[in-house]
């Protein structure tokens, strides 16, 4: 059956697919599957979607939208699995703003109920010139595999006590800071569930080359894929030469996404240079701190996030934390300063100064 598509999510962007697309009665039912819905009804509130250029566009009852099948473990926002079967007709749900499809086991109140998505099948696509037997589409087609460059650059990984903390922001500033010092920055998010927003944020920031975990093929990652996503991107990140690259982790560091995998990984964290906290309150700073230190041997350079966002939050986290607070928005060169002088060392003059 061939159909007009109303929207694309940004989850399938591997695929570039158009707004005419050929479905597939029969549905594989696995994370990544390519397929087809039909939203029933309107939501004034988490009602838009991520298109395949970042743009973010709104859903209303009856469009047709091509997402992906995905899971999904956000505390302010909505829990989802991959049912055991997939049929058309049958009625799921949408889990994030990039497309990722499934069906809604929690939802947290600030976001509402989730749009429903009738299945209308499984999108085909046709890798052989004039072949007229189409593909089962999944994200994983035209995905990163990886490269044998040896990762030798130093890493800033940016890590949080929750989803909401800040990282993006204080990602952005050091990337920000890197570019403007003159280095060939690579900006990285690691885990979480598909979306371009947070390294379209890194690029806007100057950085030379942004990949997530979608770019490898992945949907929504947990603790069986994240560090093996982790070492493909920053292999691909070696071999396009940067000096440095920035990882934010997405979620927190005791989340579902797959983050303790990477911070327990001996080479994954023997790549950071440089370490960031954000955390949300005190209560966050003082037991991430803690918690990496203790579990992972992992020591923080410095705390940012909500809970440095006014003078008693930073007296606390240097006073009581012991580390440096940089708040990200009130004082971006101050956090990003910290973070190339540490750097510098290892970096030296940059090559675009």
């Known amino acids: 059956?061939?159909?007009?598509?109303?929207?694309?999510?940004?989850?399938?962007?591997?695929?570039?697919?158009?707004?005419?697309?050929?479905?597939?009665?029969?549905?594989?039912?696995?994370?990544?599957?390519?397929?087809?819905?039909?939203?029933?009804?309107?939501?004034?509130?988490?009602?838009?979607?991520?298109?395949?250029?970042?743009?973010?566009?709104?859903?209303?009852?009856?469009?047709?939208?091509?997402?992906?099948?995905?899971?999904?473990?956000?505390?302010?926002?909505?829990?989802?699995?991959?049912?055991?079967?997939?049929?058309?007709?049958?009625?799921?749900?949408?889990?994030?703003?990039?497309?990722?499809i499934g069906k809604c086991t929690s939802h947290n109140p600030g976001v509402g109920a989730p749009f429903e998505a009738e299945v209308l099948g499984q999108v085909l696509t046709f890798p052989e010139f004039q072949s007229r037997a189409g593909v089962h589409a999944h994200v994983s087609a035209g995905a990163l595999k990886g490269t044998s460059k040896a990762v030798t650059c130093p890493v800033v990984y940016v890590v949080g006590t929750c989803m909401n903390a800040g990282k993006t922001y204080a990602a952005s500033v050091v990337v920000r800071k890197l570019s403007q010092a003159g280095y060939r920055v690579g900006g990285a998010k690691l885990t979480g569930v598909s979306l371009m927003r947070d390294t379209l944020a890194m690029q806007d920031s100057g950085a030379d080359v942004v990949m997530d975990f979608t770019d490898a093929g992945i949907v929504c990652t947990g603790a069986r894929t994240a560090s093996k996503v982790a070492r493909i991107v920053f292999s691909e990140m070696a071999a396009q030469d940067v000096d440095v690259i920035v990882a934010e982790t997405g979620d927190g560091i005791m989340g579902e996404y797959g983050v303790q995998a990477i911070l327990a990984d001996p080479e994954l964290k023997a790549l950071g240079s440089a370490f960031i906290l954000c955390a949300n309150d005190p209560v966050g700073a003082a037991g991430g701190v803690r918690h990496l230190r203790e579990v992972y041997g992992i020591e923080m350079d410095m705390v940012a996030g909500p809970a440095t966002d006014n003078a008693v939050g930073v007296r606390f986290v240097e006073q009581v934390v012991g580390l440096p607070a940089r708040n990200a928005r009130a004082d971006p060169n101050a956090l990003g300063n910290l973070i190339v002088e540490k750097l510098a060392p290892r970096l030296g003059a940059g090559r675009k100064s």
């Open 1 to 100: 059956m061939k159909i007009q598509v109303d929207k694309v999510g940004s989850v399938t962007r591997n695929l570039q697919v158009g707004r005419t697309v050929h479905l597939a009665d029969e549905v594989k039912c696995e994370e990544g599957a390519v397929i087809a819905v039909r939203i029933h009804g309107e939501k004034t509130v988490y009602n838009q979607l991520e298109d395949v250029n970042g743009r973010l566009v709104t859903l209303h009852a009856g469009d047709i939208v091509v997402g992906a099948l995905g899971h999904r473990n956000a505390l302010h926002g909505y829990e989802g699995v991959v049912p055991t079967s997939v049929t058309v007709g049958d009625r799921l749900h949408i889990l994030n703003m990039g497309g990722v």
